[in-house]
């Protein structure tokens, strides 16, 4: 069994520490967890917004502005305000990876950011990744449709937005990386040695552009 | 030639739209007006509501109604599930819904509710629940049958005998025997007792069942997560009472059910209800901590057994004694274990006993390999142990046990269609290296054991009866309808392959429609049992013949001749030895004219009368293929997998590392290699994980259970299982199918897990730890020689 606990790049990049000390800064979280720890996604008709609640965010490359509570995960902004539904929630926890985007380039989940700490940064969702002009898939899905990658998929965004961190990060990756890369990201299916496959052949179109 | 489609890799259709972000799943959805709702959930294990006040909750901003149990369907008199209850039989059972304009302020409000709960008495372990004056999950008693709740207790000599781990002869709710296992233990060689335990755990599927509904024009439009699709609209439309015809039913995807979203789930009932009182589409988003309750269990089992074996490793006598945790609305899982167990090990001479006991835990359902799963893990250390006894070899103790095809097992001595079993065993013992790696076992480095294992697990796999249906549109294209659900299988697609090689057309001149009621769906199986490759890829069949008949008819009758003169391929049909042609197109426009059986305005007598619907919908549109499947057949249809694993137990850490994992299955025909070879080895992580790394607690005092997330009742993640994994077929044709082809997702849950409790138990040197799930704490306490605690709720770290 590995003893490494998967929270990998969470870790050291964007601390769950991090989150719940923001968390507390604005009162309560709210996220989706659940009635009993008093918070909620903030959804469906809102509140008459103010001024400093709307703000600009880039997501895959185009500003959008969007009226975001002061504790909105960015899971929830980007689900229930950007209609960007690629994104998924599994577990709202931290525990699934089914909502990872790349912040800036690097893989986070999206569950455990509050919108406003993103502020200025560059998103990245599973929308994001074919070309806008030719609508080219990127070599990450086009790994993914060679391999014939995952089952039920609901974990495929997820994983795909890991995949393609590594692939920026380290296109030459051993299949024992590829899988410490991927470790934050739980697939229910199992589906481990084909996602791996998917990987080590996305790595592989890295390598030959 | 049109290409060959049966047995290649094809990208699924619908990966695409996975990939990028476009595949919709329930919660995907959005509808105008649409609000949240949100469930309150019993924070007890059995009570009952005496009274509620919702008056400060309603008062609140953004709140708009609440539905109660009264407004939902109840289940009187026996043990039945409503969505919404007054006397909840598991803490986390829901007992009522808000609806707001947001889900943080139903979610405040739920907080706002005052409820008056009576706390009542509550039972978690099926043995207390047996025990002389044990309480009882339900007020009326512990078991049910003719038509009323009674009460079965064991005597205080029982649990004597329990308590000195021997069989008990409690009364038991099932009994068969065969054969005369007096006399075969007499006469084994070898005979073996243990107890064995199975703890009972979550499904967990990554979505969350989460359903968002309105109504429209008087029809339900239900955009659901479900494992099925034809067969989950007459559910709902069951549970509401409604005409099916007025459930619009949309399920493109599904983010996996393993068993726990089978058709129609009870909790559906709720934006169903509540959107028809307030008028407004309802959201149900469920949590996954929702989910751990909601979302069904995996019944645990506690037991006993007893095999006797002759020198030569013969199994000559099975005797097992199954009590089943039931949870609160039952389950079969014991039954299906006691078949499981005479089919792998083919006994002469067995007894199997069980009995099922309701108690207070979250309820239970079918879970990739039901009862199967669990009594091969538990089973096959003690196979460990008998070969190491009798010095002999696991490999040919499984080839001397296992059954050919002539096979006749359980209570009415079933038979099945076809087994290849040891064709499995062969196959998989070779490419694993089973012989060569026969001197790692028991290899010390440091304080690492090497252990090597073998699961042999077979599960049902098939189906007959159900109908295909299928329109060449005027676009040249077959159009094939599923009523399937898309579970993550790609059986959607991949049941359609024999009809596109019937009409002898490429892959991309076929395109599938599913997800979406309103567009026609046959009568389907439910997506369970892993019946649907067996069942749809019969009956795609059987309709692909009949359009490919009135393709050579719709020719004949246009361009002369007989239809017996005529050929087709490529989406043309044309005369045989050259002349006249028409493309499908043509085709498809003359069948119109021609009507009648042609376009589906004429239908065959002996389809289902839930496929006449949909065909009538499609009636004019093109040449229609629909049929039943009346292949026929007799005996049961199962697949087989032979997992072999090699593991490092840390004698220091209880920590088991999987190093190696190779299965090879017994599934007839192979129709998607690819997507087969995940299916194997997708359920045999899911195996490993339930034999080794979820865990569920329960806090006996408070029947609260714990570990309710995904990182606490963890199933395997990327950095558990080897990295390498190889997953291979017999590719052996069943005699009794068209196609040839059986399914395969059940049995490679049982495969991986029990070749991993196979693999430990040799790493320990024949120790026979024969319980799940083998975490750290519990292989510690083995090998310090601690007495391990049988109950179930006593797995608290």
Avoid at chain 2, 567 to 579: I, K, P, T
């Amino acid at each position: 069994m590995g003893e490494a606990e998967s929270v990998g790049l969470l870790e050291t990049k964007y601390s769950r520490r991090k989150f719940i000390k923001g968390v507390i800064a604005v009162g309560a979280t709210a996220s989706s967890a659940g009635y009993f720890i008093g918070g909620s996604g903030l959804l469906g008709a809102q509140s008459p917004g103010t001024a400093e609640r709307l703000i600009t965010l880039t997501i895959n490359g185009q500003q959008r502005r969007v009226d975001v509570l002061p504790n909105e995960t960015l899971a929830m902004t980007l689900r229930y305000r950007l209609n960007l539904t690629g994104t998924k929630l599994g577990c709202d926890r931290a525990e699934c990876g089914a909502c990872t985007v790349l912040v800036d380039g690097v893989n986070q989940y999206g569950c455990s950011m509050l919108t406003n700490q993103v502020r200025g940064s560059s998103i990245t969702t599973i929308e994001g990744l074919e070309n806008p002009d030719t609508g080219e898939l990127s070599l990450v899905q086009q790994a993914v449709i060679d391999e014939g990658g995952f089952q039920c998929a609901f974990c495929a965004p997820g994983f795909i937005m890991s995949m393609t961190a590594m692939v920026n990060e380290n296109p030459n990756p051993t299949r024992a990386e590829a899988a410490h890369a991927l470790s934050g990201n739980l697939c229910r299916c199992g589906d481990y040695d084909k996602i791996l496959n998917c990987a080590m052949r996305a790595a592989e179109l890295a390598r030959s552009v | 030639m049109a290409e060959k489609i049966i047995g290649t890799d094809i990208a699924p259709q619908d990966l695409v739209a996975k990939i990028t972000g476009r595949a919709k799943y329930a919660e995907d959805f959005r509808a105008d007006g649409m609000v949240f709702a949100k469930l309150l959930l019993s924070p007890m294990p059995h009570a009952r509501v005496r009274g509620v006040d919702t008056t400060r909750a309603l008062a609140m901003p953004g709140v708009i109604d609440i539905l109660r149990a009264d407004e939902v369907r109840q289940i009187e008199g026996r043990p039945g599930e409503a969505s919404l209850t007054d006397e909840p039989l598991y803490e986390g059972q829901p007992i009522l819904a808000v609806a707001a304009e947001t889900e943080e302020q139903a979610a405040a409000a739920i907080e706002a509710i005052d409820v008056d709960f009576e706390p009542l008495p509550f039972v978690l372990d099926p043995l207390d629940s047996l025990r002389p004056n044990g309480p009882n999950a339900y007020t009326g008693g512990n078991r049910f049958g003719g038509g009323e709740f009674s009460e079965l207790k064991w005597t205080d000599a029982d649990f004597e005998e329990i308590e000195a781990g021997r069989m008990p002869n409690g009364e038991a709710a099932v009994e068969w025997t065969k054969g005369d296992i007096d006399t075969a233990f007499s006469e084994s060689d070898l005979v073996l007792e243990e107890s064995i335990v199975h703890q009972s755990l979550t499904h967990h599927p990554m979505e969350p069942r989460s359903a968002m509904m309105y109504w429209e024009n008087g029809k339900l439009h239900a955009f659901v997560s479900t494992q099925s699709a034809q067969r989950t609209k007459y559910a709902i439309a069951g549970t509401l009472n409604i005409d099916p015809e007025d459930v619009i039913l949309v399920a493109e995807y599904c983010g996996g059910g393993f068993g726990s979203k089978i058709s129609g789930n009870t909790h559906m009932e709720v934006p169903a209800v509540f959107s028809r009182k307030i008028g407004r589409p309802v959201m149900l988003r469920i949590t996954r901590y929702e989910e751990n309750y909601i979302g069904r269990a995996r019944p645990g089992f506690q037991s006993w057994l007893k095999m006797g074996f002759l020198a030569d490793g013969t199994c000559n006598a099975i005797d097992l004694y199954i009590v089943q945790e039931s949870g609160p609305f039952g389950a079969g899982d014991f039954n299906t274990a006691g078949m499981i167990a005479d089919l792998v090990y083919t006994p002469q001479n067995m007894r199997f006993r069980g009995i099922a006991m309701y108690t207070n835990t979250p309820p239970k359902a079918a879970q990739r390999g039901p009862g199967g799963a669990q009594i091969v893990i538990m089973m096959e250390p003690i196979l460990e142990k008998a070969a190491r006894e009798l010095g002999l070899d696991r490999l040919e103790v499984h080839l001397k046990n296992a059954p050919d095809a002539d096979v006749g097992f359980g209570p009415r001595n079933s038979t099945l269609t076809s087994v290849y079993a040891k064709e499995a065993l062969e196959k998989g013992a070779e490419i694993f290296d089973w012989a060569g790696k026969q001197e790692l076992s028991g290899r010390r480095e440091g304080s690492k054991v090497t252990g090597i294992g073998i699961g042999l697990s077979p599960y049902t796999a098939g189906s007959r009866g159900y109908d295909g249906l299928m329109v060449i549109r005027p676009d040249g294209k077959l159009h094939i309808h599923q009523g399937l659900g898309n579970l993550g299988t790609h059986s959607i697609m991949d049941t359609a392959r024999p009809a596109a090689e019937i009409l002898n057309l490429n892959w991309d001149q076929v395109e599938l429609v599913w997800g979406d009621s309103s567009r026609g769906m046959p009568r389907s199986s439910v997506q369970a049992g892993s019946q649907t490759t067996h069942a749809h890829s019969r009956a795609n069949h059987a309709a692909g013949m009949d359009a490919r008949a009135k393709v050579l008819e719709v020719a004949a009758q246009t361009l002369g001749g007989s239809p017996s003169n005529y050929d087709m391929d490529n989406g043309r049909v044309f005369r045989r030895g050259g002349g006249a042609s028409m493309t499908f197109a043509q085709v498809a426009e003359r069948a119109i004219e021609l009507g009648g059986k042609y376009d589906g305005h004429e239908l065959p007598d002996n389809i289902h009368a839930t496929t006449v619907p949909a065909a009538n919908m499609l009636a004019g549109q093109g040449l229609m293929g629909v049929a039943r499947d009346n292949y026929g057949g007799s005996g049961g249809v199962y697949s087989w997998v032979a997992g072999f694993a090699l593991v490092e137990l840390d004698e220091e850490t209880g920590v088991v590392d999987i190093k190696e994992y190779v299965a090879v299955t017994d599934c007839g025909t192979v129709l998607h290699p690819r997507s087969l070879g995940a299916q194997v080895l997708g359920g045999s992580v899911q195996g490993m994980g339930q034999a080794m790394t979820q865990r569920w607690v329960f806090d006996p005092k408070w029947g609260v259970p714990f570990a309710n997330r995904l990182y606490t009742a963890r199933p395997p993640g990327i950095l558990d299982v080897p990295l390498d994994m190889k997953a291979d077929a017999v590719g052996i044709p069943d005699p009794q199918t068209p196609v040839g082809a059986k399914g395969i997702g059940e049995p490679p849950v049982g495969a991986g897990g029990a070749a991993l409790t196979s693999a430990v138990a040799d790493a320990m040197g024949g120790h026979c730890l024969c319980r799940t799930p083998l975490t750290p704490d519990i292989i510690l306490m083995e090998l310090e020689g601690l007495k391990q605690p049988f109950h179930l709720e006593q797995h608290i770290g």
